[in-house]
């Protein structure tokens, strides 16, 4: 069975940073990270490929960057570097992996991050 296990929330101040990973127990061409904050549904933040084809959230471009692992651990792991944090970027941070061609998805158990003021 899969398992994606992410690291790095934790309780920070506006215009701090955090960092985010999180590890799959399986090789995928697509990971990233979705976010679901109270209330709201869950939504993409930003995806890279093995390729380093990238995608984000217009509302974390310039302030959030997604890696992958180095070497053979680009296909296992995955990296998003948060900067200049707003309250607003308070939310549950889910690591999620697919493959290219395949229909199953597979989420972590999420990582919260908070931003106070």
């Known amino acids: 069975q899969v398992q994606l296990v992410e690291s790095g929330g934790g309780l920070v101040q506006t215009g701090e940073s955090l960092n985010l990973s999180c590890a799959a127990s399986?090789?995928?061409?697509?990971m990233g990270w979705y976010r679901q904050a109270p209330g709201k549904q869950r939504e993409l933040v930003a995806t890279r490929s093995v390729y380093g084809t990238t995608n984000y959230a217009e509302s974390v471009k310039g302030r959030f960057t997604i890696s992958r692992g180095d070497g053979k651990l680009v296909h296992t792991t995955v990296h998003l570097q948060m900067n200049d944090l707003r309250i607003e970027d308070t939310a549950v941070y889910f690591c999620?992996?697919?493959?290219?061609?395949?229909?199953?998805?597979?989420w972590g158990q999420g990582t919260q991050v908070t931003v106070s003021s």
């Open positions: 399986g090789v995928f061409d697509i």
């Open positions: 999620n992996a697919h493959q290219i061609g395949s229909s199953s998805v597979y």
